[in-house]
């Protein structure tokens, strides 16, 4: 049980997307780009904190924070964790094979992709008609993609990633963690 609603997974990752977005902004280190295999896994997510600018931050931010504390009540920590960790990792395994490391993407954006389709097939199992705008977020945050300086497969394989962990927390999570709970 949390001693605060201030506290949250969600609130750090934003705090964190801060701290990124004021290094990356203010320093000499861009991206956190190494071609060092070694490093290849750890810039998952260095990159997922960076930011290119301030409305880039902001707009993860807000987004972030609605979203991502609705679903991390849902979750609860442990499984949001496992959440993000999830999405950085299927987001930047794909991003890397479709885009070949021609571009490097910054941002914590996918994650905010996994999030909303999360909350919205949610909504759609509990059959809250509300849904249908989830989905037509889902699909204009893709469409964006298409504009230069956005990722598109940053954000197709960021919702993709929130759908795959949706159903996999429906049909082998939950049960696993109640499995656990009875024994």
Not at 90 to 102: A, D, E, T
Not at 134 to 152: R, T
Request: proline residues 1%.
């Amino acid at each position: 049980m949390r001693k605060s609603l201030n506290f949250t997974i969600t609130n750090l990752l934003i705090g964190l997307s801060f701290i990124g977005y004021v290094i990356f902004n203010y320093t000499s280190y861009k991206y956190g780009y190494s071609d060092n295999y070694l490093s290849l896994f750890i810039q998952f997510f260095v990159s997922t904190f960076l930011h290119g600018g301030f409305f880039h931050f902001f707009f993860n931010s807000v987004m972030l924070a609605y979203f991502g504390n609705i679903v991390e009540l849902n979750l609860k920590e442990f499984k949001y964790i496992l959440f993000f960790v999830f999405s950085v990792i299927f987001n930047g395994f794909f991003v890397y094979i479709f885009s070949g490391m021609k571009y490097n993407v910054i941002g914590i954006s996918g994650f905010c992709m996994a999030v909303l389709a999360f909350f919205t097939f949610d909504l759609r199992d509990k059959k809250i008609p509300e849904y249908k705008t989830g989905i037509v977020m889902i699909i204009l945050n893709i469409g964006a993609g298409l504009y230069p300086g956005i990722s598109l497969w940053g954000h197709l394989f960021g919702a993709l990633s929130g759908v795959i962990f949706y159903y996999l927390n429906k049909e082998i999570l939950r049960k696993k963690m109640v499995g656990l709970a009875t024994k």
